[in-house]
């Protein structure tokens, strides 16, 4: 077993730190406070080829793996992006690009993957209000009428919806059925805008460079050759984009964890309200060691869960652990961090309370701590399922 980089992992990881490292602070600020999206940053990552890092050279990417695009996004978070610039991959490279390198017809992979490795994001929009973590009981309905599909439907807080040229949609092709639940689920590759999407923004606690959205299908129309997969087998599909979301956002979460120690040390360093600083105290020493160990064991989750992907092997239980394990770290990271700053890390300047606000998301989302829980206690454990 190799725990070293190799020689392009190392470039990636210094080249994330460093692309990070040329945006101020008060950049991501604004964003935060006035919900824009870091339209320049995310030009920038276009510009640099780091949005392909994961898809194939033919069509325009890097050629490598999720394990290097996960070494990429950790950088540019821990290197001054945090969430904002970690969680932003998912638009295009994730969404749009894992599931259709690996379940996309090479008609589509022609069509769609040279923009999503140049600058074009994608969306997707799985939860409903009804149903929520029960995915398999979501209503849209996409019916095939001639050459199209034409959805109709509703979802619930979908991300980046605003800003994408594509959205994936999950989208019942048949009724469901209570003895097999998760037949009939299909994902198709839709255009935006459309006159037939409705957007209706939240605000938000956090994320808010993102806009998260209530989503309003109303006979949305997809090319039939849209499909990615089968027609009402897409359960597989589905988890080639949410095991790489879960992998890539812990990666950008223990980039964010340790950018907050990192800051927090700093400051430890500094400041002495009684003569000597505070970082000579145990009681911020030993939690800031903590969350060092905490962020480093979750960072080795995360790379391996990454490995496990790139061989094609199954990757449920180790995304499952990384991403809870990185969401999880990252938080208490954020949250020290902020005590460690006193008063001065709950103010908005300070750019601290962002990270804490950001990574509060991610123990209910893409899935939520008692989800995760429930699925390693029946994959990992082998217990019933409890629901
Ligand atoms: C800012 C933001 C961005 C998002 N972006 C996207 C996006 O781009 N695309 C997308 O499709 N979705 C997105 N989501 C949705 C997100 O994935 C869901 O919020 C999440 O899956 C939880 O679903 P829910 O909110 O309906 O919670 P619910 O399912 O209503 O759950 C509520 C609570 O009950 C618990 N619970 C539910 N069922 C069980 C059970 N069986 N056992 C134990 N506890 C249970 C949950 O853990 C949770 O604590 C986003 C959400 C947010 C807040």
């Known amino acids: 077993m190799n725990f070293d980089f190799d020689d392009d992992q190392a470039a990636l990881r210094e080249f994330g730190l460093e692309l990070a490292g040329r945006t101020e602070d008060a950049y991501w600020q604004e964003a935060d406070l006035e919900y824009r999206f870091p339209q320049e940053f995310w030009d920038s990552l276009a510009e640099a080829g780091m949005l392909g890092i994961a898809l194939p050279e033919e069509f325009g990417g890097g050629g490598k793996g999720l394990l290097e695009l996960a070494i990429a996004v950790e950088g540019i978070a821990e290197g001054g992006g945090g969430m904002e610039g970690g969680s932003i991959f998912l638009a295009g490279p994730v969404f749009g690009g894992c599931l259709l390198d ?48 034409v959805i109709n439907g509703q979802k619930v807080f979908i991300s980046l919806v605003q800003q994408s040229q594509q959205i994936v949609v999950m989208a019942r092709t048949q009724p469901y059925d209570p003895e097999h639940r998760t037949r009939g689920i299909s994902l198709l590759l839709g255009d935006l805008p459309s006159d037939a999407v409705r957007t209706a923004p939240f605000k938000k606690l956090g994320n808010r460079f993102m806009d998260t959205n209530r989503v309003y299908f109303s006979d949305y129309e997809v090319p039939a050759e849209n499909i990615v997969g089968e027609e009402g087998n897409a359960w597989g599909p589905l988890y080639d984009v949410l095991n790489p979301e ?142």
């Not at 009804?130 to 009428?145: D, M, V």
């Not at 750019?351 to 206690?377: C, F, K, Q």
């Open 102 to 149: 690996r379940h996309g017809t090479q008609a589509q992979k022609e069509a769609y993957l040279p923009g999503l490795a140049s600058g074009q994001m994608c969306a997707g929009a799985f939860t409903e209000p009804e149903s929520g973590s029960n995915i398999t009981a979501i209503k849209t309905r996409a019916e095939l009428r001639g050459d199209r599909y």
């Open 246 to 387: 879960r992998i890539i956002l812990g990666a950008a979460a223990v980039g964010t964890g340790n950018l907050c120690i990192r800051r927090a040390v700093e400051y430890a360093k500094e400041r002495s309200p009684w003569g000597k600083p505070i970082g000579a105290y145990q009681s911020l020493q030993f939690p800031l060691a903590q969350a060092r160990i905490h962020l480093e064991s979750a960072r080795l989750k995360v790379y391996q869960a990454a490995w496990l992907y790139d061989q094609g092997r199954d990757v449920g239980v180790a995304a499952a652990m990384a991403k809870y394990a990185a969401a999880h770290a990252a938080l208490d990271a954020a949250d020290w961090a902020i005590q460690v700053h006193g008063g001065a890390g709950y103010v908005v300047d300070s750019g601290i309370e962002r990270h804490w606000r950001n990574l509060r998301l991610y123990r209910m989302s893409p899935v939520s701590d008692e989800m995760t829980l429930n699925y390693l206690a029946q994959q990992d454990l082998g217990l019933p399922r409890s629901y």
